[in-house]
């Protein structure tokens, strides 16, 4: 498709000249940035054989590192999920003093460096901590568990689920609220049949990035993880420490299993989609 | 359904919208609303549908107090000017949304909903579109959903915001007479917002014109055209020359024309406006007549003259039947008198006078001319 449309690029004449430019542009960057770094990654995981590879990474350590990364990573999506939508909402539907702020404040996790974050979340939820000393109250411990590990990821990845799901909710013509309403739907029921179908595909997108950033995420779990192995330690803390060892093999085939992980996420996300819009199609 | 609207005020912010509202409909009446946008037509609506509330004023309908009741329990069909169709759903789930969103005690089982969709897709002749959605539909199509839709709550009043707006001419139309022919045959009480003054008319048992908030006049299409209660309506109808006038001792005096035939309204004396539509003259060629043709266009069945009267900055509109004006034999720069048939008569002070009565003169010359 990518040809026939090159093709098609080539030849007629558009408005707007620097296809080919634009387009070579583009390619490029995509196979340097993008695309050269992850063919190495394999190259280099292929290198050890399957046997090696599987022996790799169903290593004990590495699955509780598995574990520990799939389920924060899991908690702290079904966290955002909520909070996200709810945020959204609230942007969105509601006029109020300071509306503006709070909007440029949803991306302060993005803006932030993410050691920041992780510094700053660890002052605060440590056990001597702001917040840190009223959970320990409850008996609740954050820092140094898998909670603080979510905890982390949840701060790091809010924007996505926020900044998908706003703009579909923008779009949202009030009419179809008032014909639900006129056909006797009360306020839940025109959520859950009417309001939420339609921001659906673009919620389950933000859930999927932001999903796939906590895999991945770094930086800001690694000051309030603690990093003990088969505890607290995360998969990316595992390829990075492989490296530091220069067990090249170990961390690329470890980081092949999280890149794989983090791809099927989203692919599994784009079919649910293209089935969720499939009334979007003409014909 | 009898409705009864009473002095209904509405201002968003400090802009009022309604300034005194009172309307009786008839149960199964059949009443457009027509007006400019910002007549405030579309807000009256809402909130017979219960989308908005007024500030003062009271909707009763049979009895009961409309205002107490909130959207969802008044049972009124509602059509939006741009359907708002439930674009993640097919046909037939937009059409059965009325019926599922029920609570379960009150909710048909499955299998009456499913003919009853089916039965009403077939009234609004797109039963093979049952399964398509809205995005895979044409305007028209996506307007007989909104309707099926609406009438799915059997609901005991129809009310119609702009429904063929966003139509083509040609369908717009059919959809019209379509519309008329459902009306009739379901008996409720339809209500619908337009701007369209040919929708209106044709269409409409009663017409409702508003302006700036207020009623300007309801009426009959007939009652509206023959007798429009003020200056403003005759002006909105369109398609009006208004000539100056001079009331005296019972005598209408129109400079350069000859308003015999008018009724002259009982009144009092002073300046006035004559009303009088372009085909309601007739010319008589006068080469003594100060009025001269300054332009002459053939439109089909009908001709129609620009005539140039001293005084006036606009040429007055005359519009004579074909074979009337092939007897006349009248060309560009022709001394004509304008004989005046019919008009309605206002004093200057806008304050309406009795609408001037058909004279039978007019008939003889309408014959004549034929």
Known sequence: ?283 | MAIAIKGIEKRFADAPVLRGIDLTIADGELVALLGASGSGKTTLLRILAGLEWPQAGSVTVDGRDWLALEAQRRRVGFVFQHYALFQHMSVRDNVAFGLTVRPRASRPPKGEIRARVEALLDLVEIGHLANRFPAQLSGGQRQRVALARALAIEPKVLLLDEPFGALDARIRKDLRRWLRELHDRLGMTTIFVTHDQDEAFELADRVVIMSDGRIEQAGTPDEIYDHPASPFVARFLGGVNELPAELAAGRLVVPGADAGAVTPPAGTDGTATLFVRPHEIDLVADSRAPARIRNMLTSGPSIRYDVDLPGLATPVEVELPREAARLRNLRRGDAVRLRLLRGRVFSAHGAPLPPAAPSPERHRILEAAL
């Open chain 1, 1 to 283: 498709m990518t040809a026939a449309a090159l093709r098609i690029g080539l030849r007629s004449r558009r408005v707007l000249p620097g296809f080919g430019l634009t387009m070579g542009t583009t390619l490029t960057y995509v196979a340097l940035v993008v695309l050269l770094p992850l063919a190495a990654l394999l190259l280099k995981s292929a290198e050890i054989g399957p046997d090696g590879f599987l022996r790799l990474v169903t290593g004990e350590r590495a699955l509780a590192a598995f574990q520990v990364t799939l389920t924060a990573a899991a908690f702290a999506t079904a966290f955002n999920a909520a909070y996200g939508l709810l945020m959204a909402w609230v942007l969105v539907r509601y006029e109020f003093a300071g509306k503006r702020i709070l909007d440029a404040l949803m991306d302060i996790p993005f803006a932030l460096p993410t050691a920041v974050a992780g510094v700053a979340l660890t002052a605060l939820y440590a056990a001597n901590g702001w917040f840190g000393q009223l959970f320990e109250m409850a008996g609740l411990k954050i820092v140094y568990t898998v909670t603080g590990v979510a905890l982390a990821m949840a701060f790091t990845s809010a924007p996505f689920v926020v900044r998908t799901v706003q703009p579909v909710l923008e779009s949202l013509q009030p009419d179809i609220e008032e014909a639900s309403a006129t056909l006797g739907a009360y306020p839940g029921v025109i959520f859950r049949r009417v309001i939420y179908p339609v921001i659906f595909p673009a919620h389950l997108t933000g859930c999927a990035l932001a999903f796939a950033r906590s895999l991945g995420e770094f930086g800001a779990v690694i000051f309030i993880a603690g990093n003990l192995p088969f505890k607290t330690e995360i998969v990316s803390l595992l390829v990075f420490i492989r490296l530091e060892e220069y067990d090249y093999a170990a961390a690329s085939a470890i980081a092949v299993v999280l890149l794989a992980t983090a791809f099927a996420v989203l692919l599994a996300t784009n079919a649910l989609q293209a089935l969720a819009q499939r009334h979007a199609r003409k014909g």
